[in-house]
């Protein structure tokens, strides 16, 4: 019989680009794994004149230009609805929105469900689970919210940051989310960054996953969605001894833009000053000494060269030194859904 489901790798696209649009800082919340770095990002709050035009500064109308807002909490800020707006008229293919469900400033009123996608955060499948990683009662905002969106006709995705703390609980997500009306499903891996990376406490080893852990768990659940109809995403994480290695920094277009001006086109190097831009003026200024873009040619038998330098601890060697298995770029995809007939 024919496997009705498809998974898989999602190439870089040359003629594609992502613009991932930190409006500001400030969050509502406070989640354990935050990934936001005060220190490297700032606390600003831009102004919705800045806002138009950074996005005018990105805009590409002759490419496909995918913007996601983020923050902090990008609906805490009053100007995003005029911000969406502003997008589409420069002629961004696709607008998301990631929030942690709170949906502020009275969000789903003021645009109209063709003028943005939402995609909400939850890092666990009940209260139990997701509450404390996220904040009290967090749970039941986000769900109530997303329902809401569902309802008023908004295309809805979740994305479920994967940590020792929740992977465990991963597998009862896609029954919840189609209960929900939720047509896509990220899952993420805990980048071991912000509060995650703290070197305080031991809290990023609590956080790692194995690759076992991984390969026994994520393709699994993502085949489960597949078969309750929703499209999953999830990132590659490891690459097969055949499949060759692609550092999105030198193939692809990937902008992370924060309210500080840091441009950053490697989201592992979001905690260090090697940002490959600067914001001044309103113009783009491409930086010269120590950068990340200097980086990214580095060949190495580990595969991607940020892992090795700032999560040393992901990686395993067999006896004669060789890598256990190689790291995928992090931003290297995978995709799983059902063909439709
Ligand atoms: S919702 Fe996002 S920005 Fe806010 S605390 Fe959680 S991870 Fe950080
Ligand atoms: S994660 Fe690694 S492979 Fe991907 S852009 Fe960054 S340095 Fe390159």
Request: charged share 15%; proline share 7%; with cysteine.
């Amino acid at each position: 019989m024919p496997n009705p489901f498809q998974q898989r790798t999602i190439a870089f696209q040359r003629n594609e680009r992502n613009v991932f649009f930190h409006i500001l800082t400030a969050c509502n919340l406070s989640c354990r794994h935050c990934y936001i770095n005060p220190e490297q990002h700032g606390t600003g709050t831009l102004p919705e004149e800045t806002i138009f035009a950074w996005l005018k500064l990105f805009a590409a109308p002759d490419k496909k230009t995918n913007l996601i807002f983020l923050g902090g909490e990008p609906t805490l800020h009053p100007a995003l609805p005029n911000a969406i707006k502003k997008a589409r008229k420069l002629g961004y293919q696709s607008i998301t929105v990631d929030t942690n469900g709170y949906l502020h400033n009275n969000l789903l009123h003021k645009i109209s469900p063709a003028d943005a996608v939402l995609s909400f955060s939850l890092d666990g499948p009940s209260p139990e689970i997701n509450d404390p990683l996220r904040g009290q009662g967090v749970f039941a905002a986000c769900t109530e919210n997303l329902a809401k969106a569902v309802s008023m006709g908004f295309e809805v995705s979740v994305i479920y940051t994967v940590s020792a703390l929740n992977i465990e609980h991963l597998a009862a997500m896609p029954r919840l989310l189609t209960d929900l009306g939720v047509n896509h499903f990220f899952i993420q891996v805990i980048g071991l960054r912000g509060k995650s990376a703290a070197p305080s406490d031991n809290f990023s080893q609590t956080l790692q996953i194995s690759h076992d852990q991984w390969l026994n768990t994520v393709p699994k659940v993502a085949l489960d969605a597949a078969e309750l109809g929703l499209h999953v995403i999830f990132p590659k994480v490891f690459l097969g001894p055949d499949e060759p290695f692609e550092c999105a920094g030198l193939v692809a277009e990937n902008f992370f833009i924060f309210p500080n001006g840091r441009v950053y086109c490697c989201p592992l190097c979001e905690d260090y000053p090697i940002h490959s831009y600067q914001i001044e003026n309103n113009a783009l200024i491409l930086r010269s000494g120590l950068i990340e873009k200097n980086f990214f040619p580095i060949a190495i038998p580990e595969g991607c060269i940020m892992n090795k330098l700032l999560q040393p601890g992901s990686l395993n060697y067999q006896e004669n030194g060789k890598p256990c298995h190689l790291i995928s770029c992090c931003l290297l995809k995978q995709e799983m859904t059902r063909i439709e007939k």
